[in-house]
């Protein structure tokens, strides 16, 4: 079975302090692995689609970057609108379409 | 048009009553989904249309009734739901099923059950 672990839970930076995200999977083969973007009462945001092992992605103060085993996402000089819920995914390769979410790390930038 | 539009935003339902979700997508996309999410939890699979057929139910209650009426619009209809089905319901898109890419989602419906 497909699994996705996110570590931490909760961050909580101050502006300007950057960070990364880790996200775990356990995955026969990935199709693709995903970062959105929650804030609270909304729906997720896509962010990046990562596909194999060494790719990167920007987007903004934003940077995925993706193993074999885990993905990083790379928060460069924060700002308290960065604040959000980041959640992973994965997509597996084989005939079964379902993605996998973890449970999120909660991002609180101070200003 | 690059957005998910799900109506209604909030609904408030007794236990009896019958009621339905919608959502609607004008990007061409030919998979859609709907989602459940509840409280500081990830959002979990309920159904995936592809090209207006049901490809997968993971094994959802029959009281959730999908319908995708054509490839612009998703329904969800709901009957004698209990008070735990109260959650976020979303809906998302993508072009097509499994070829890795990202969905588009839906602002959700916050649905409680009375």
């Known amino acids: 079975e497909d699994q996705v672990t996110q570590s931490p839970e909760a961050l909580r930076l101050q502006e300007g302090e950057s960070s990364s995200l880790n996200c775990s999977y356990t995955v026969s083969g990935l199709r693709g692995l995903f970062w959105y973007r929650q804030d609270p009462g909304k729906g997720p945001e896509f962010l990046f689609t990562?596909?194999?092992a060494g790719e990167e992605k920007e987007k903004e103060r934003l940077k995925a970057t993706l193993t074999k085993k885990e993905s990083f996402l790379h928060i460069t000089a924060p700002k308290p609108e960065d604040s959000a819920t980041y959640l992973c995914?994965?997509?597996?390769?084989?005939?079964?379409?379902?993605?996998?979410f973890g449970t999120g790390t909660k991002l609180q930038v101070i200003p | 048009d690059t957005e998910v539009t799900q109506t209604p935003k909030h609904l408030v339902m007794g236990m009896t009553n019958k009621k339905s979700l919608k959502c609607e997508q004008h990007m061409g996309h030919r998979a859609m989904y709907w989602y459940k999410q509840k409280a500081k939890k990830p959002p979990e699979l309920m159904f995936v249309y592809s090209y207006e057929k049901l490809s997968i139910n993971e094994s959802v209650p029959s009281r959730f009734s999908p319908e995708c009426p054509n490839s612009s619009l998703l329904n969800l209809h709901l009957h004698a739901l209990q008070p735990e089905d109260s959650a976020l319901y979303l809906c998302?898109?993508?072009?097509?099923?499994?070829?890795?890419?990202?969905?588009?989602f839906g602002s959700g419906t916050r649905l409680t059950v009375v």
């Open positions: 998302a898109s993508s072009q097509v099923v499994d070829r890795g890419h990202g969905y588009t």
């Open positions: 990562l596909y194999s």
């Open positions: 995914a994965v997509q597996a390769t084989g005939g079964y379409q379902k993605v996998t």
